[in-house]
């Protein structure tokens, strides 16, 4: 037993469980807490926003696999409900921590209390109460691992103040007690692998969707085997963008509503068609699903899924796995291997065929806009020119709005890529903070970050953090002076687009760069996007280049090559 402060105990947790990074904003009544991580080698990362360190952390976690931890106090705690939503609904390990005032003196006059198990309970897994000094650490090891075991997520531990100074007897581990997610990979049951690679063996037009799951199961590789076994066709979800390679035969790339230029017609077309689909760790939301219309009565649906409530939850399965992504699919290939010739050259197969005409045909309706030299820049050419800087060692993070339609469509990722996508929560101006936490989990990658203009201007205050933590990340920013998506639906709804809803006046974001020290510049002309992304990403700083594009271009699937460009 050892006698410290309350705050010294968590202290002491969270080193024992290896966590390096504690995310938000201290006050003084938690000096204790955050003075002995210090000492203990952990890192405290002071931001801006509590909003914005909640969404570092659910980044940190998809990054790097432990459980993001974030700190606010009183009410400040409801700033980081944004960033918990995003992970509740993305099933990041997150674990909130945050101070309250007493039970006896809540509901005294000036006192800052607010019911933050209301608030939080709604988007976490767990929402806990410390009230006792006695079991303080044995609440936050156990949040540990609910947040990071079954179908990963937030939770929540609400510190009554006076914990962090009280002093009392402890009893803490001496080693290391790593938390991980997955903390425990659960095996399939042998008689529902049988039955879906019946299914598969006996399918005339199977297909696969590949979701988030598959990232957070380390499974893209199995994905990939399973697939080119019997040259299946596979598509993703939003957020597993790039975990399919995009430029693999066999890649139907991102379905559902929320890809530009009609890119996602082709995956909803062989989605929409097949007569067995694996479904690999996904809801199987709206947007995915095009408001739950792609998948027809007839299909045979296999969903794979960590969390059994979510087998058939949205549509009927005639097999259901419950079990870890990576471990369903080893079993489904060892138990295919045994009977399916590999075929000789996957290009060749009838789908690798048939999936190469309609992207071909694709390409070639949408390659004057990816080549264009007008002036505003066509989006199309932006995304293309991104694309010339990532390779296997770069992360890509877009955020919500109109960035996540244009970049399924125009971007070929890689599982290397781990490409991180706020569609949790689907909140604008995500990408920065999310951004800054992937580079803390990866420091060795290079980090681009997308943004628009209106989600870029939320979160602007967290290039202070970037410059004090050296985080190189370069933002790119596709400055239409408007709310795109936004514009996009009065457009598709009234004709017209009134300006004060959804415009903005001209801004220079690279001009707002330099005035916080980081890398500033810009693009007006196509010729200079590739000048202005190398110059940013060699001068080693957090950066902002600021690309003017054509506020008249639309996301839309709707949207043709109407004009010349």
């Known amino acids: 037993?050892?006698?410290?402060?309350?705050?010294?105990?968590?202290?002491?947790?969270?080193?024992?469980?290896?966590?390096?990074?504690?995310?938000g904003i201290s006050v003084g009544?938690?000096?204790?807490?955050?003075?002995?991580?210090?000492?203990?080698?952990?890192?405290?990362v002071t931001v801006r926003d509590e909003k914005?360190?909640?969404?570092?952390?659910?980044?940190?976690?998809?990054?790097?696999?432990?459980?993001?931890?974030?700190?606010?106090?009183?009410?400040?705690?409801?700033?980081?409900?944004?960033?918990?939503?995003?992970?509740?609904?993305?099933?990041?390990?997150?674990?909130?921590?945050?101070?309250?005032?007493?039970?006896?003196?809540?509901?005294?006059?000036?006192?800052?209390?607010?019911?933050?198990?209301?608030?939080?309970?709604?988007?976490?897994?767990?929402?806990?109460?410390?009230?006792?000094?006695?079991?303080?650490?044995?609440?936050?090891?156990?949040?540990?691992?609910?947040?990071?075991?079954?179908?990963?997520?937030?939770?929540?531990?609400?510190?009554?103040?006076?914990?962090?100074?009280?002093?009392?007897?402890?009893?803490?581990?001496?080693?290391?007690?790593?938390v991980h997610h997955p903390a425990f990979r659960v095996a399939p049951g042998a008689d529902s692998i049988e039955q879906?690679?019946?299914?598969?063996?006996?399918a005339r037009k199977p297909a696969i969707v590949a979701g988030g799951g598959v990232m957070l199961s380390q499974a893209a590789q199995d994905l990939i085997e399973l697939a080119e076994l019997m040259a299946i066709p596979v598509a993703t979800t939003h957020v597993a963008h790039g975990t399919f390679p995009s430029a693999h035969p066999l890649s139907l790339g991102v379905l559902g509503n929320p890809v530009a230029g009609s890119r996602g017609r082709i995956a909803n077309k062989v989605v929409g068609g097949a007569d067995v689909l694996l479904v690999v760790g996904s809801r199987m939301d709206g947007r995915t699903t095009r408001g739950y219309t792609l998948i027809p009565p007839t299909t045979k649906l296999i969903q794979i899924d960590i969390d059994p409530q979510q087998i058939?939850?949205?549509?009927?399965?005639?097999?259901?796995?419950?079990?870890?992504?990576?471990?369903?699919?080893?079993?489904?290939?060892?138990?295919?291997?045994?009977?399916?010739?590999?075929?000789?050259s996957l290009a060749e197969t009838p789908r690798a065929r048939e999936i190469a005409a309609m992207v071909g045909e694709w390409w070639n309706e949408f390659d004057p806009q990816m080549h264009s030299n007008a002036v505003p820049i066509k989006t199309p050419r932006l995304f293309r020119d991104i694309q010339h800087f990532v390779n296997d060692e770069t992360i890509?993070?877009?955020?919500?709005?109109?960035?996540?339609?244009?970049?399924p469509a125009y971007l070929e990722l890689t599982p290397e890529n781990q490409a991180l996508y706020p569609r949790g929560a689907a909140a604008i101006g995500s990408a920065l903070p999310m951004a800054l936490g992937a580079q803390l989990a990866a420091p060795d990658k290079r980090v681009i970050c997308i943004s628009g203009d209106?989600?870029?201007?939320?979160?602007?205050?967290?290039?202070?953090?970037?410059?004090?933590?050296?985080?190189?990340v370069?933002?790119?920013?596709?400055?239409?002076?408007?709310?795109?998506?936004?514009?996009?639906?009065?457009?598709?709804?009234?004709?017209?687009?009134?300006?004060?809803?959804?415009?903005?006046?001209?801004?220079?974001?690279?001009?707002?760069?330099?005035?916080?020290?980081?890398?500033?510049?810009?693009?007006?002309?196509?010729?200079?996007?590739?000048?202005?992304?190398?110059?940013?990403?060699?001068?080693?700083?957090?950066?902002?280049?600021?690309?003017v594009t054509d506020p008249e271009d639309s996301d839309s699937e709707r949207t043709r090559p109407w004009r010349a460009y």
């Open 196 to 202: 879906a690679a019946r299914l598969l063996r006996e």
């Open 454 to 472: 209106g989600g870029f201007g939320y979160n602007v205050m967290e290039l202070e953090t970037a410059v004090r933590l050296n985080l190189p």
């Open 396 to 407: 890509v993070v877009v955020d919500a709005g109109g960035s996540s339609y244009w970049a």
């Open 1 to 23: 037993m050892a006698k410290m402060a309350g705050g010294e105990a968590l202290a002491r947790t969270l080193k024992a469980a290896e966590v390096e990074y504690i995310f």
């Open 312 to 344: 058939g939850s949205h549509y009927p399965v005639a097999v259901g796995i419950v079990a870890d992504a990576k471990l369903a699919l080893e079993a489904l290939k060892a138990t295919l291997d045994k009977d399916v010739t590999r075929p000789p």
């Open 474 to 547: 370069v933002n790119i920013v596709v400055n239409n002076h408007s709310l795109g998506m936004e514009r996009r639906g009065y457009i598709d709804y009234a004709g017209e687009v009134p300006p004060a809803p959804v415009s903005f006046s001209p801004q220079d974001f690279s001009r707002i760069a330099q005035a916080f020290n980081c890398f500033g510049a810009r693009a007006e002309k196509p010729d200079d996007i590739r000048e202005a992304i190398a110059a940013a990403l060699a001068s080693g700083r957090p950066a902002i280049v600021d690309v």
């Open 52 to 178: 914005c360190a909640a969404l570092m952390a659910t980044a940190y976690s998809k990054i790097s696999g432990k459980p993001g931890v974030c700190l606010a106090s009183g009410p400040g705690a409801a700033h980081l409900a944004l960033g918990m939503y995003e992970a509740f609904n993305s099933s990041n390990a997150m674990l909130a921590i945050t101070s309250d005032a007493t039970v006896a003196g809540m509901w005294r006059p000036g006192s800052t209390y607010m019911d933050q198990q209301a608030v939080f309970q709604p988007v976490t897994k767990w929402t806990v109460r410390a009230e006792s000094l006695a079991t303080f650490p044995d609440i936050v090891n156990r949040a540990l691992k609910v947040a990071s075991t079954g179908n990963p997520g937030p939770v929540a531990v609400i510190v009554s103040n006076p914990l962090w100074g009280s002093e009392g007897d402890f009893q803490l581990p001496t080693e290391a007690e790593t």
């Open 29 to 44: 009544s938690q000096a204790p807490f955050t003075l002995g991580a210090i000492r203990l080698g952990m890192k405290i």
